[in-house]
């Protein structure tokens, strides 16, 4: 037997659980949410160290107590992440373009219908698996919409997500295919608005660029930067705002529509401090859970 087959067997269970839940109304999966926040904050205490201490290093103004009570605040949104991502399996584009609203989209669809491809900086904020949905907000069908995505270890896993991510017909392309996947969609005349989760740490063999972010020194991602210029792509960046649960905003913010006449590292620098500020808005939307000050002690040596 296959050992996809075997895995799909294997977690069917686990595939009809998912099912189930997301055909309830989204009322009915918040409330499994605070039922959750119990035991992942309590119990399991789920990377509650980290976070803490990645919420004290950024926000040394506040006292432990304010601090405690974002944490708090960011469990209970990590929870109701878990739940909306699950409802992607059963909701329609008309709840969907209700629920995550995306503004500005004008700046895109003007880049494009001028034959320019755009490459678009994400976070890790709000709920970052609903992004995809802006294909619903286009009016340019002829554009391709698709998503830089780093594959999971687990294999029916990343199919899962791919899956999910795929669902309002934006294309994924692995990590380790990005420039290559992007020339060929150039070299073939196909215009494209690529979207990277650009929060991340990069490795140490990537480290480039550092700059304070977060009142921490921070190693910073860019390889978005790099492809811009090689292909010449406009930037941009889209704002998240949690609204009120189970809504969100995406407002287009221009970074650098001519990327080949802007300094080295400008782009780079611009989009952390658009990510700080979406981020100082409301500190309990973003993942505290990632480790993203692993390599810091790397700028000191």
């Known amino acids: ?79 109701d992440y878990i739940v909306e991502t699950i409802k992607l399996l059963h909701i329609s584009d008309e709840e969907m373009h209700r629920r995550m609203q995306f503004y500005g989209m004008e700046q895109l669809d003007k880049v494009t219908a001028a034959g320019r491809s755009c490459l678009v900086y994400l976070g890790h904020y709000g709920n970052w698996e609903w992004i995809p949905s802006v294909t619903l907000w286009s009016q340019t069908p002829q554009v391709l919409f698709a998503q830089i995505y780093r594959p999971l270890k687990n294999r029916w896993f990343d199919r899962f997500f791919l899956n999910l991510r795929s669902r309002f017909h934006s294309c994924g392309i692995a990590k380790q295919d990005t420039l290559r996947e992007i020339i060929r969609f150039r070299n073939s005349g196909q215009i494209t608005v690529t979207g990277f989760m650009a929060d991340q740490t990069p490795s140490p063999a990537n480290i480039h660029f550092w700059m304070t972010f977060l009142n921490q020194d921070t190693p910073v991602l860019t390889g978005v930067e790099k492809i811009a210029r090689k292909v010449d792509s406009a930037v941009f960046y889209f704002d998240v705002e949690k609204v009120r649960r189970g809504y969100y905003t995406a407002t287009v913010r221009e970074v650098c529509l001519c990327p080949k006449e802007s300094a080295e590292f400008e782009i780079t620098r611009r989009y952390m401090e658009l990510m700080q500020t979406t981020i100082e808005r409301n500190p309990a939307g973003w993942l505290w859970t990632h480790d993203r000050w692993k390599h810091s002690y790397l700028k000191h040596k």
């Open 1 to 79: 037997m296959k050992k996809e087959t075997w895995e799909n067997i294997c977690y069917a269970p686990l595939y009809g659980f998912f099912k189930l839940h997301a055909l309830l109304p989204l009322c009915v999966l918040y409330v499994l949410s605070d039922i959750l926040f119990f035991p992942l904050f309590y119990i399991v205490r789920y990377r509650r160290k980290m976070v803490f201490r990645n919420m004290r290093n950024a926000f040394p103004e506040k006292s432990v107590a304010e601090i405690r009570r974002l944490e708090k605040d960011f469990y209970h949104h990590f929870c």
